[in-house]
């Protein structure tokens, strides 16, 4: 099974949007690029800053669309065009309105649950056939409300148990390239017992 060849992380670029909740992706790459050590830069063909990330031996591409959350497809496609990745190398790390802060969880495929950012990847890949990785950021309650929470930064509290999910799934990077998938899932999913 191939590994994770680009992990994307999503968000919208400007500093007025880099605390609010919808940015949890871009926290991500950037928590794993502090750990490796990995440079992003501005690359203009792949509408993003992207960097390479080296591993363990192994490498792969951090990338963080600066299309704006509704146009990162734009970003996703031109760069796994440019490198012939498949949908199923690539991981998807976005903010999750239905999982509570604290909680983290991973699939492949799958609809897009309303988040346009995946939206828009799924309609420029042609499939929804790539892996995500859903940070919980909890709901406002009621629909009409979900636009100004994930514009929005998180309480103290809430953004504390999001920075644990994020620690949680980086430490998981060796399976990732590595394509232990089961195995990562099974280490995010799994409740630790109370003592």
Known sequence: MNGIKLFVGLGNPGSEYEDTRHNAGFWWIDRVAALSGSKLANEAKFH??????????????????????????????ALAKFYKLEPHEILVIHDE??????????K??????????????????????FWRLRLGIGHPGERAAVAHFVLHAPAKAEM??????????????????????????????????AV
Do not use: C, Y
């Not at 990162?72 to 496609?77: E, Q, T, Y």
């Not at 309105?97 to 991973?106: A, F, N, R, S």
């Not at 504390?160 to 995010?188: N, P, R, Y």
């Open 48 to 77: 993003g800053l992207a960097g390479k990330l080296k591993h363990s031996g192994t490498e792969a591409w951090l990338l963080k669309p600066t299309t704006f959350m509704n146009a990162s497809g734009r970003s996703v496609s």
């Open 97 to 106: 309105l239905d999982i509570p802060p604290g909680q983290v969880k991973m």
């Open 108 to 129: 492949k495929g799958g609809g897009h649950g309303g988040h346009n950012g995946l939206k828009d990847i799924a309609a420029h890949l042609g499939t929804n056939e």
């Open 160 to 193: 504390s148990l999001i920075e644990t999910t994020i620690e949680d799934s980086v430490a998981l990077l060796d399976q990732l390239l590595a394509g232990s998938f089961e195995q990562a899932m099974l280490k995010l999913h799994t409740k630790p017992k």
